[in-house]
Protein backbone atom coordinates (compact mmCIF):
# COMPACT_ATOMS: atom_id res chain seq x y z
CA UNK A 1 0.00 0.00 0.00
CA UNK A 2 3.08 2.73 0.80
CA UNK A 3 4.54 1.71 -2.32
CA UNK A 4 1.38 2.27 -4.09
CA UNK A 5 1.33 5.56 -2.65
CA UNK A 6 4.72 6.89 -3.16
CA UNK A 7 4.27 5.60 -6.95
CA UNK A 8 1.05 7.69 -7.08
CA UNK A 9 3.18 11.10 -5.55
CA UNK A 10 5.93 10.11 -7.80
CA UNK A 11 3.07 10.34 -10.75
CA UNK A 12 1.49 12.98 -9.38
CA UNK A 13 4.90 15.43 -9.12
CA UNK A 14 5.90 14.57 -12.72
CA UNK A 15 2.81 15.43 -13.86
CA UNK A 16 3.03 18.64 -12.16
CA UNK A 17 6.83 19.56 -13.32
CA UNK A 18 5.72 18.84 -16.70
CA UNK A 19 3.11 21.21 -16.67
CA UNK A 20 5.00 23.78 -15.48
CA UNK A 21 7.66 23.25 -18.18
CA UNK A 22 4.69 23.33 -20.38
CA UNK A 23 3.47 26.54 -19.44
CA UNK A 24 6.75 28.18 -21.07
CA UNK A 25 6.59 29.82 -24.65
CA UNK A 26 9.50 27.77 -27.08
CA UNK A 27 11.07 30.30 -28.73
CA UNK A 28 14.82 30.55 -30.75
CA UNK A 29 16.88 32.66 -30.01
CA UNK A 30 18.44 34.51 -33.01
CA UNK A 31 22.32 34.55 -33.37
CA UNK A 32 22.95 37.12 -36.00
CA UNK A 33 24.71 40.05 -35.14
CA UNK A 34 21.84 42.04 -36.44
CA UNK A 35 19.28 40.23 -33.92
CA UNK A 36 21.50 40.66 -30.83
CA UNK A 37 22.22 43.92 -31.72
CA UNK A 38 18.64 44.89 -31.97
CA UNK A 39 17.85 43.58 -28.63
CA UNK A 40 20.36 45.72 -27.06
CA UNK A 41 19.24 48.47 -28.55
CA UNK A 42 15.63 47.19 -27.06
CA UNK A 43 17.21 46.47 -24.20
CA UNK A 44 19.38 49.71 -23.45
CA UNK A 45 16.34 51.93 -23.71
CA UNK A 46 13.75 49.58 -21.39
CA UNK A 47 15.88 47.64 -18.94
CA UNK A 48 19.19 49.24 -18.36
CA UNK A 49 17.93 51.93 -16.15
CA UNK A 50 17.24 49.47 -13.73
CA UNK A 51 19.26 46.09 -14.63
CA UNK A 52 22.89 45.73 -15.09
CA UNK A 53 25.16 43.55 -17.14
CA UNK A 54 28.23 43.71 -14.90
CA UNK A 55 29.95 40.53 -17.04
CA UNK A 56 29.48 42.61 -20.08
CA UNK A 57 32.07 45.59 -21.40
CA UNK A 58 30.71 48.20 -24.19
CA UNK A 59 33.69 46.59 -25.73
CA UNK A 60 32.19 43.04 -25.72
CA UNK A 61 29.46 44.72 -28.13
CA UNK A 62 31.97 46.17 -30.30
CA UNK A 63 34.06 43.18 -30.86
CA UNK A 64 31.23 41.17 -31.73
CA UNK A 65 30.23 43.11 -34.77
CA UNK A 66 27.72 46.01 -33.40
CA UNK A 67 27.51 49.58 -34.89
CA UNK A 68 30.65 51.45 -32.66
CA UNK A 69 28.29 54.69 -33.32
CA UNK A 70 25.66 53.13 -31.72
CA UNK A 71 28.21 51.84 -28.89
CA UNK A 72 29.38 55.08 -28.18
CA UNK A 73 26.23 56.17 -27.82
CA UNK A 74 25.10 53.78 -25.40
CA UNK A 75 27.88 54.24 -23.29
CA UNK A 76 28.35 58.29 -23.19
CA UNK A 77 31.56 59.69 -21.86
CA UNK A 78 32.32 56.30 -20.05
CA UNK A 79 35.47 54.50 -20.96
CA UNK A 80 34.61 51.70 -23.36
CA UNK A 81 36.17 49.24 -21.00
CA UNK A 82 33.28 49.87 -18.70
CA UNK A 83 30.38 47.40 -17.63
CA UNK A 84 27.14 47.59 -18.73
CA UNK A 85 25.92 48.50 -15.25
CA UNK A 86 23.22 50.60 -14.64
CA UNK A 87 22.98 53.66 -13.02
CA UNK A 88 20.15 52.40 -10.45
CA UNK A 89 21.56 52.56 -7.18
CA UNK A 90 20.40 49.74 -4.81
CA UNK A 91 18.94 52.41 -2.28
CA UNK A 92 16.79 54.24 -4.62
CA UNK A 93 15.52 50.26 -6.25
CA UNK A 94 14.79 49.10 -2.77
CA UNK A 95 12.68 52.21 -1.78
CA UNK A 96 10.95 51.87 -5.35
CA UNK A 97 10.53 48.39 -5.87
CA UNK A 98 11.06 46.92 -2.76
CA UNK A 99 14.73 44.94 -4.42
CA UNK A 100 17.53 45.13 -6.27
CA UNK A 101 17.08 44.06 -9.78
CA UNK A 102 19.02 41.05 -10.47
CA UNK A 103 22.13 41.29 -12.96
CA UNK A 104 21.39 40.20 -16.34
CA UNK A 105 24.47 38.88 -17.52
CA UNK A 106 23.59 34.88 -17.04
CA UNK A 107 20.12 35.43 -16.70
CA UNK A 108 19.23 33.07 -19.40
CA UNK A 109 21.61 30.34 -17.59
CA UNK A 110 20.51 31.34 -13.90
CA UNK A 111 16.62 30.60 -14.48
CA UNK A 112 15.35 26.93 -15.44
CA UNK A 113 13.83 26.88 -18.87
CA UNK A 114 16.59 29.44 -19.90
CA UNK A 115 15.88 31.87 -22.31
CA UNK A 116 12.45 30.11 -23.24
CA UNK A 117 11.65 31.43 -19.28
CA UNK A 118 12.83 35.09 -19.96
CA UNK A 119 10.86 35.35 -22.59
CA UNK A 120 8.05 34.15 -21.31
CA UNK A 121 8.73 36.11 -17.90
CA UNK A 122 9.12 38.98 -20.42
CA UNK A 123 5.38 38.45 -22.26
CA UNK A 124 3.87 37.16 -19.29
CA UNK A 125 1.79 40.46 -18.01
CA UNK A 126 -1.82 40.16 -17.57
CA UNK A 127 -4.93 42.14 -15.97
CA UNK A 128 -6.30 39.98 -13.57
CA UNK A 129 -10.09 40.47 -13.13
CA UNK A 130 -9.91 42.37 -10.50
CA UNK A 131 -7.88 45.24 -12.66
CA UNK A 132 -4.43 43.81 -10.88
CA UNK A 133 -1.27 43.17 -13.39
CA UNK A 134 0.10 39.69 -13.11
CA UNK A 135 2.30 37.43 -14.64
CA UNK A 136 2.02 34.00 -15.57
CA UNK A 137 5.17 32.78 -14.40
CA UNK A 138 6.23 34.85 -11.78
CA UNK A 139 2.57 36.45 -10.10
CA UNK A 140 4.26 38.15 -7.55
CA UNK A 141 7.35 40.07 -9.42
CA UNK A 142 7.93 43.30 -8.53
CA UNK A 143 9.58 44.05 -11.53
CA UNK A 144 6.46 46.50 -13.57
CA UNK A 145 5.60 45.31 -17.18
CA UNK A 146 8.11 46.70 -19.35
CA UNK A 147 6.77 45.48 -22.53
CA UNK A 148 2.94 46.98 -22.38
CA UNK A 149 1.85 43.17 -22.89
CA UNK A 150 -1.05 43.71 -20.41
CA UNK A 151 -2.09 46.39 -22.31
CA UNK A 152 -2.20 45.58 -25.74
CA UNK A 153 -5.24 43.77 -26.84
CA UNK A 154 -4.54 44.51 -30.92
CA UNK A 155 -3.03 41.25 -32.30
CA UNK A 156 -0.27 43.49 -34.58
CA UNK A 157 0.54 45.55 -31.28
CA UNK A 158 1.29 42.01 -29.29
CA UNK A 159 3.28 40.28 -32.13
CA UNK A 160 5.49 43.25 -32.18
CA UNK A 161 6.13 43.24 -28.25
CA UNK A 162 7.31 39.21 -28.94
CA UNK A 163 9.27 40.42 -31.60
CA UNK A 164 11.14 42.41 -29.57
CA UNK A 165 11.20 40.29 -26.23
CA UNK A 166 12.86 37.63 -28.54
CA UNK A 167 15.51 40.05 -29.62
CA UNK A 168 16.46 41.07 -26.08
CA UNK A 169 16.84 37.76 -25.14
CA UNK A 170 19.00 36.62 -28.03
CA UNK A 171 20.92 39.42 -26.75
CA UNK A 172 20.81 37.66 -23.52
CA UNK A 173 21.49 34.81 -24.65
CA UNK A 174 24.53 35.81 -26.30
CA UNK A 175 25.33 38.19 -23.11
CA UNK A 176 25.59 34.28 -20.66
CA UNK A 177 28.20 33.19 -23.36
CA UNK A 178 30.41 35.89 -25.58
CA UNK A 179 33.05 33.45 -26.25
CA UNK A 180 30.77 30.75 -27.66
CA UNK A 181 31.74 31.55 -31.14
CA UNK A 182 35.72 32.16 -30.25
CA UNK A 183 35.44 28.78 -29.00
CA UNK A 184 33.88 26.98 -31.96
CA UNK A 185 36.80 28.32 -34.02
CA UNK A 186 39.36 27.58 -31.80
CA UNK A 187 38.06 24.00 -32.01
CA UNK A 188 38.06 23.56 -35.95
CA UNK A 189 42.01 24.85 -35.45
CA UNK A 190 42.60 22.47 -33.01
CA UNK A 191 41.16 19.87 -35.06
CA UNK A 192 43.14 20.98 -38.20
CA UNK A 193 46.13 21.03 -36.59
CA UNK A 194 45.92 17.39 -34.73
CA UNK A 195 45.17 16.67 -38.55
CA UNK A 196 48.41 17.81 -40.21
CA UNK A 197 50.84 16.47 -37.31
CA UNK A 198 49.22 13.08 -37.85
CA UNK A 199 49.99 13.03 -41.44
CA UNK A 200 53.64 14.01 -40.74
CA UNK A 201 53.80 11.03 -38.00
CA UNK A 202 52.60 8.81 -40.48
CA UNK A 203 55.19 9.89 -42.83
CA UNK A 204 57.88 9.88 -40.63
CA UNK A 205 56.81 6.66 -39.34
CA UNK A 206 57.04 5.21 -42.90
CA UNK A 207 60.81 6.36 -43.25
CA UNK A 208 61.99 4.77 -40.13
CA UNK A 209 60.05 1.62 -40.80
CA UNK A 210 61.45 1.43 -44.44
CA UNK A 211 65.19 1.75 -42.65
CA UNK A 212 64.65 -1.41 -40.19
CA UNK A 213 63.47 -3.69 -43.45
C1 LIG B 1 11.69 49.82 -13.42
C2 LIG B 1 12.80 48.92 -13.15
C3 LIG B 1 12.92 47.72 -14.08
C4 LIG B 1 13.01 47.74 -15.44
C5 LIG B 1 13.03 48.95 -16.37
C6 LIG B 1 13.18 46.37 -15.85
N1 LIG B 1 13.19 45.56 -14.75
FE1 LIG B 1 13.53 43.54 -14.74
N2 LIG B 1 13.31 43.50 -12.74
C7 LIG B 1 13.06 44.59 -11.92
C8 LIG B 1 12.90 44.14 -10.56
C9 LIG B 1 12.61 45.05 -9.36
C10 LIG B 1 13.07 42.75 -10.57
C11 LIG B 1 12.98 41.79 -9.37
C12 LIG B 1 11.62 41.12 -9.47
C13 LIG B 1 11.32 40.25 -8.29
O1 LIG B 1 12.18 39.43 -7.91
O2 LIG B 1 10.21 40.37 -7.75
C14 LIG B 1 13.33 42.37 -11.95
C15 LIG B 1 13.57 41.07 -12.36
C16 LIG B 1 13.89 40.70 -13.66
C17 LIG B 1 14.20 39.35 -14.09
C18 LIG B 1 14.31 38.12 -13.20
C19 LIG B 1 12.98 37.47 -12.98
C20 LIG B 1 13.13 36.29 -12.08
O3 LIG B 1 12.73 35.17 -12.46
O4 LIG B 1 13.69 36.43 -10.97
C21 LIG B 1 14.43 39.41 -15.44
C22 LIG B 1 14.79 38.25 -16.36
C23 LIG B 1 14.24 40.78 -15.84
N3 LIG B 1 13.91 41.54 -14.74
C24 LIG B 1 14.41 41.22 -17.14
C25 LIG B 1 14.15 42.53 -17.54
C26 LIG B 1 14.23 42.95 -18.94
C27 LIG B 1 14.62 42.08 -20.09
C28 LIG B 1 13.87 44.26 -18.94
C29 LIG B 1 13.69 45.14 -20.15
C30 LIG B 1 12.65 44.74 -21.06
C31 LIG B 1 13.62 44.67 -17.56
N4 LIG B 1 13.79 43.58 -16.74
C32 LIG B 1 13.30 45.97 -17.17
C33 LIG B 1 12.98 45.91 -12.34
C34 LIG B 1 13.03 46.35 -13.64
Redesign the pocket.
Known sequence: MKKLIVILMLCCSSIAAGAAESKLENIQVETSVQAVERGAD??MN??????SLKYITYHDLVKFGMDKKKVDDWRGDQPLDTAVTSQ?SDET?IQ???????D?SL?TKA?EGGAN??YT??IGYYITPEGMTSNH??P?????D??GISGATDPAQRAEIQTK?RD??SF?AWAADPHEEERHKLGYYVIGYLLVLTTLLFFVKNQIWSRLK
Not at 46 to 51: D, E, L
Not at 96 to 102: A, D, H, M
Not at 140 to 144: I, S
Request: net charge positive.
Open positions: ALTCHSCHLASYGKVPPLMRYVYLVFETKMPMMAIVL
